[in-house]
Structure formats: C-alpha cells, structure tokens
C-alpha cells in the first residue's frame, strides 16, 4: 500500500512538472524570439516591431492581450518590448492554476542597422 501511494505522489509531481515544462519552454522560445525580432528590428517602427510581437505569439499560441505590449525604442539604440500574459496549466489532473507569465526585453541595436 505505501509503494502505490509513492508511486501516485511520484506521478503528481512528474505530471506537474512536465505541464509546467512544457509552458516555460514555450515562455523562454517567445522571450528570445522578441528579444531577436528587437534586436535586429533596423529601421522598423515601433507599431511594426509590436505587429511583429504579435505575430510571433499568435504562431506560439500565446494568449497575448494587445492593450497590454508596449513597444518603444528608448533611444536611438536600446528597445524595450513589455508585455504579461497568463497559461492554463495543469497541476493536477482535473485542478488547473492561471500562471502568469511576465516579458521584459531590452535589445540594442546599432543605429542604421538593416533588418534582413
């Protein structure tokens, strides 16, 4: 009896933790996609670079909400790109939690740089 109650505890947190995996990794691939996009953004608008956010994570089906990135360069050289969104994720089977998930970016760029 005590080996099927590990061995249950073990699946919870094996469970947990790949939901959790599988939500940050997607996290980490969206941040250092838009950390690039802003990088090499050369000469784009700031409304360019955010339809470039979005659609970076419409393709990562991230559930970003508009009314909350805020593109701006700064400066001639540094780029912010702000924005939270929030995932389902299942901790348990049948409990779910809305973790929220925050994206800073700071990217420079050399002035006249061309996006390729």
Known sequence: MKTLIKLALVAI???????????????????????????TRGKKTDEDLRQEVIYIATQAELPIDEEHLVVRRVDGTLTTVDTTYTRTVELFPGF????????????YTKVGLVAK
């Open 13 to 39: 947190v094996a469970n947990a933790t790949w939901h959790l995996f599988v939500v940050y990794s997607a996290h980490y691939k969206f941040k250092d996609a838009v950390q690039y996009a802003a990088q």
């Open 96 to 107: 779910t939690y809305q973790w929220p998930f925050l994206v800073h970016v700071d990217a």
